[in-house]
């Protein structure tokens, strides 16, 4: 089993910044790709960064340039530094590790809530 713990979400003014962590605990014995989700009210949930077990990222084009995602030196900790936030940001992002040879499951964590205000 792995259990995935966020923090860093909180309310923040447009053009500030916010980083967001994701810790994975348990059953971890491999670096899996692992991304960033975020779904506002009444949308799907979207695909905000990812990166893959070497260090490969991909971005959404609304953040490209604004969003960075990266690893922690412990490796099973990610990041996503989020700069000139906007309110269009604003959504419950949600970290998610993919299945790799630890494991064959996908694993999500609770949230955490970015409101921008105007």
């Known amino acids: 089993q792995v259990h995935l713990e966020e923090s860093g979400g909180g309310l923040v003014q447009a053009g500030g910044s916010l980083r967001l962590s994701c810790a994975a605990f348990g059953s971890i014995f491999s670096i899996n790709a692992m991304g960033w989700y975020r779904q506002a009210p009444g949308k799907q949930r979207e695909l905000v960064a990812a990166i893959t077990s070497d260090g490969g990222t991909n971005y959404?084009?609304?953040v490209k340039g604004r969003f960075t995602i990266y690893r922690g030196s412990a490796k099973n900790t990610v990041?996503?530094?989020?700069n000139t936030l906007k309110p269009e940001d604003t959504a419950v992002y949600?970290?998610?590790r993919e299945p790799g040879s630890d494991s064959l499951y996908t694993y999500w964590g609770q949230g955490t809530q970015v409101t921008v205000s105007s």
């Open 79 to 82: 990041y996503l530094q989020m």
């Open 60 to 62: 959404a084009d609304s």
């Open 94 to 96: 949600y970290c998610k």
